[in-house]
């Protein structure tokens, strides 16, 4: 009898870390499922094969695979190609599933057929050096409907990668993960989101998200800020084409060098910069490109334009938006938050 969910868990030289894992996994209180544990390549004298092979040796639900070090991507298409469940659940090598999580979410997907995608919340397991990433966890804890996911993910990612539970039949009709010079798990948001995928996120927190200094996220290009911008450009495009009653005519707020080179990549796929919005004295009444550059409080009035705001600073998305809102523009309808 085939597994009500496959785990999909990637793992590369993680000896160390992967016991935790592997002991979150097996002591869900779902009993209907089977880890599919890659290793990709490990160089560590067979250390994580040992680990994976111990643990497969004690408990039947644990299939490792064993391949040459080919990426994640690699990886976890690999697994996707193996898993027999109706529902496939990420987990990477160095976080925890807390118990109840397999089965709350495996309820949610049987419940909600229409769901193609249910994450959760998730608690921070990183220090004090990793501000930036306790700050994403804090916002994406923030995003709990599929509307606010939908429009979140062209500011970042609103789900955590190995929190998602994603239904076996939306794999096959949405696509599995890309090879490029960009992050893998933001790729599929995206590309699901835009074919019109359903997002939901369970208000529990289940899965502790820990931050290594090996994160991938922070030594692989494919996640330098500027992959993301250039990334999610032909989606943004694509959604303001549907959605601005005003395409191809934005305002961009922001008009720092930095803002207006991330903002450059809509006008390459057709998108119209009718002027930028900012607050520093020194480029308010310039014109930049041919654009001008106004006040930020001189946006024009709700209903007669669409802004983007592209301002990435701590808290100044949160500032446009309680300005935009306190002239009357509505998220998705006559803005959104791109930074």
């Not at 004295?281 to 024009?300: D, E, M, N, S, W």
Request: charged fraction near 20%; charge should be positive; glycine fraction near 10%.
């Amino acid at each position: 009898m085939n597994p009500l969910v496959s785990v999909l868990l990637p793992a590369r030289n993680a000896a160390a870390v992967l016991p935790a894992a592997l002991d979150s996994l097996c002591a869900q209180s779902l009993g209907a499922f089977e880890i599919l544990a890659v290793d990709d390549g490990s160089g560590d004298g067979g250390a994580t094969r040992a680990v994976l092979e111990a643990y497969a040796g004690r408990d039947r639900r644990i299939r490792p695979l064993f391949t040459p070090p080919r990426g994640i991507v690699h990886a976890l298409n690999l697994a996707f190609g193996q898993a027999r469940g109706l529902f496939l659940a990420r987990m990477d090598a160095d976080d925890l599933s807390h118990p109840d999580r397999l089965r709350l979410q495996a309820s949610h997907m049987l419940e909600h057929p229409g769901t193609d995608l249910v994450s959760c919340r998730v608690a921070f397991g990183g220090g004090p050096e990793a501000a930036g990433y306790a700050r994403h966890v804090e916002w994406l804890n923030t995003q709990h409907s599929h509307s606010q996911m939908a429009l979140g993910v062209f500011r970042e990612a609103p789900v955590a990668h190995p929190s998602v539970m994603l239904r076996a039949t939306a794999v096959k009709r949405l696509g599995r993960y890309r090879h490029g010079p960009f992050p893998e798990d933001y790729d599929l948001w995206l590309r699901w989101l835009s074919a019109g995928a359903v997002f939901a996120k369970l208000p529990q927190t289940l899965l502790t998200w820990n931050d290594p200094p090996g994160r991938l996220s922070r030594n692989d290009p494919r996640y330098d800020p500027e992959t993301f911008y250039a990334l999610k450009a032909g989606h943004l495009a694509g959604w303001l084409e549907a959605n601005n009653p005003f395409h191809p005519s934005i305002y961009v707020v922001g008009a720092g060098r930095i803002t207006r080179r991330r903002a450059e990549h809509l006008t390459a796929r057709g998108v119209r910069i009718e002027a930028y919005l900012d607050i520093d004295p020194r480029k308010v009444g310039r014109t930049i490109h041919g654009r001008p550059v106004l006040f930020h409080h001189a946006v024009p009035e709700a209903g007669s334009c669409f802004v983007v705001s592209y301002v990435a600073s701590h808290g100044a998305a949160e500032q446009v938006e309680s300005l935009l809102r306190s002239r009357g523009f509505m998220p998705g309808r006559g803005y959104i938050l791109a930074a």
